[in-house]
């Protein structure tokens, strides 16, 4: 008995049952449940915000490599026409 009432009064037990409410999600309200789910799609546009915003930067950066590279080589082509000496 006493390991039962220990079991019921379980801290842990809320997580499975969400909140104060029954197993079947008794005092959840519509309007709270629309809230939770406007917070979690709000969560997740900015970690998609986020993620844009890294992958933007990381674009800038190749791009500015790329230029880099595409500069020595216009100079190396501003120097006459490339040869390449025949294999023997």
Do not use: C
């Not at 909140?19 to 519509?30: L, Q």
């Not at 915000?49 to 890294?54: H, M, N, S, T």
């Not at 790329?66 to 501003?78: S, Y």
């Amino acid at each position: 008995r006493e390991e039962a009432r220990q079991r019921e009064e379980s801290p842990e037990m809320d997580k499975f049952v969400g909140g104060g409410g029954s197993i079947m999600g008794g005092d959840d309200s519509f309007e709270a449940a629309r809230a939770r789910l406007a917070r979690g799609q709000q969560r997740r546009e900015q970690r998609h915000e986020l993620r844009r915003a890294e992958l933007r930067e990381k674009a800038a950066v190749r791009e500015q490599e790329e230029d880099a590279k595409m500069a020595k080589f216009r100079a190396l082509l501003g120097n006459g026409p490339i040869s390449i000496p025949k294999r023997t």
